[in-house]
């Protein structure tokens, strides 16, 4: 089925609307996060070039192998300069085929890099392949996959699959600053496990930890990874993975210059 069967404004309004492929900058993953964060209206309102010269935008937000999540059509108000020379858009989220937000998966092999384009060349290309019961989540990758940006963190802390595996699991986990190549190991040991330790660094940055609260929460979220080192079942004896932990800051060398691990 084609998006403009399951949404017939799309049809009529064709020269009227522009395509947003949403993607991001050099992370491709960007806008997606930024949907699953609440925070994409704002994102794609704020654009380096007069890029939305229609009345209406149809989102699709990339997904990887070529498949889009519907973001919802947007009626564009006006748009200003901005005192950088960027510009920014006032726009409304219609009640047009909102119902399929975050539920419909479309299938398009765009073989270029606009991503700014005008419906009416695309629209009979743009095929519904999936139609899911529930909003997309990105799914749980397994315990060894996981690497985290702050910003990917935030987006799957709180859905379902993430929240399930965190916090059925005590663990070590890794910390990583890409500005500077220090290192923080952690251990998770309490009921809500590696979720309620790795929930409270997106509440405030640093968890707690005294060792990173000399850093500002800008640095954290800009320059700041999470992987998982090794996971324990939730009988696991503490003091077992206490020792775990300490061997592998001993490994990682991340006390002193190294890391930012003080005992």
Known sequence: MLLKTLIPFLEESKKDTKIHFARGGTRTEEALNEFLMGNF??????????????????????????EWLYGGIYKVNSVKTTTNGKFEYDTTLTDVGEEFIG??????????????????????????????????????????????????????????????????????????????????VGSATGNQMIWGRWKSYIENGHGGNKDLKNLSLNHIKQYFSYSILEIYKATTDDEVILEREQWWKGVLLSRGKFGYNKN
């Open 103 to 184: 539920r419909a998966i479309i299938y398009y092999k765009r073989q270029f890099r606009q991503s700014y384009c005008c419906l009416e060349r695309y629209i009979d290309a743009l095929e519904v392949i999936e139609l899911r019961r529930d909003s997309y989540e990105i799914p749980f990758p397994g315990y060894d996959k996981v690497n985290l940006s702050w910003n990917e963190l935030s987006a799957v802390i709180n859905t379902a699959p993430w929240k399930t595996a965190l916090s059925n699991q005590k663990g070590i986990y890794l910390i990583t600053d890409a500005s500077n190549g220090k290192k923080y």
């Open 41 to 66: 209206k704002l994102w794609q309102e704020r654009q380096n070039n007069k890029n939305f010269g229609r009345k209406y935008i149809v989102a699709l937000i990339y997904l990887g192998n070529m």
